[in-house]
């Protein structure tokens, strides 16, 4: 069984910053990648972030310059540095991790940029 705990969410202004963890634990062999998606109200779930298991990464356009994703092997953690948030970054974000034989998702977090 494998577990994904977030952590991280909150209330920001407009331009401040917020850094999200997500750590897995269980049975975990065969990481391939671990991602951030968000999900706004009435909007369907979108990839925000990813990085492979050979450090490779991918960034919506809507985040890239602004959001930096990162991940401790040793700890199987992944995070989601955000920077200059945007009241459009408002949403849940979820933290997915796929193995070789199955993908798991986090229970999500809130992230609100508002002032």
């Known amino acids: 069984q494998v577990q994904l705990v977030e952590s991280g969410g909150g209330l920001v202004q407009p331009g401040g910053s917020l850094r999200l963890s997500c750590a897995a634990s269980g049975s975990i062999f065969g990481i391939n990648d671990m991602g951030w998606f968000r999900q706004a109200p009435g909007k369907e779930r979108e990839l925000a972030a990813l990085?492979?298991?050979?450090?490779?990464?991918i960034y919506a356009n809507s985040v890239k310059g602004r959001f930096t994703i990162s991940r401790d092997n040793a700890k199987n953690t992944v995070y989601l540095q955000m920077n200059s948030l945007k009241p459009e970054d408002t949403a849940v974000y979820y933290c997915?991790?796929?193995?070789?034989?199955?993908?798991?998702w986090g229970q999500g977090t809130q992230v609100t940029v508002s002032s």
């Open positions: 990085i492979s298991r050979g450090g490779g990464t």
């Open positions: 997915r991790l796929v193995l070789d034989t199955a993908t798991y």
